[in-house]
């Protein structure tokens, strides 16, 4: 029963995801000279399985807060994955970056908020209303669930469009673990 929800509920948010999204983030990522990613909570995590995948496509690729992260660049990509668009700490990172002159990037459960203002785009996740209360969902599981399925779909395009074997992304992989 509680499978079933799920799977119904994440397939209705990508269901609402418009068809365009996945170029346009894949577009914005082969335009940037290094791209970085941050979220807060649930979404860092999501983000940070699409870094890996990123670096598992041949990007150059950090995650904002890793203490070998470099500074952010003008040319350079900045990724928030934000349901709210209103994390203060998102918003300072997008501040930031918006000053140094790199392109934002915001994956979203709204298509209206403060990092949506400051972003280049905003990747809105199936639409605002889906996001009410879901029992057995709580607290930003389907915007979290429905965003990593979006980028791991994203990162099958890119494999596929780019004929990037696997083989060659498992030479990419950390062999320390």
């Not at 365009?20 to 577009?27: E, I, N, T």
């Amino acid at each position: 029963m509680h499978q079933e929800l799920v799977i119904n509920k994440i397939s209705s948010i990508l269901e609402a995801t418009p068809d365009g999204h996945d170029k346009a983030l894949v577009d914005m990522l082969d335009q940037a000279k290094r791209i970085f990613i941050s979220g807060a909570g649930r979404s860092k995590l999501v983000g940070n399985f699409f870094a890996m995948r990123l670096m598992h496509g041949g990007y150059d690729v950090s995650v904002v807060g890793e203490i070998v992260t470099p500074s952010i660049k003008a040319g350079d990509l900045l990724i928030i994955i934000s349901g709210s668009g209103e994390t203060e700490q998102l918003i300072a990172f997008t501040k930031k970056a918006k000053e140094i002159g790199a392109k934002i990037v915001l994956i979203s459960a709204k298509d209206d908020s403060t990092i949506g203002d400051m972003a280049d785009i905003t990747l809105q996740i199936g639409r605002s209303e889906q996001y009410g209360k879901v029992k057995g969902m709580p607290m930003g599981t389907v915007f979290e669930l429905s965003t990593l399925l979006f980028l791991e779909a994203t990162i099958s395009h890119v494999i596929h469009d780019k004929g990037i074997e696997e083989e060659v992304m498992r030479s990419r992989h950390a062999n320390l673990e």
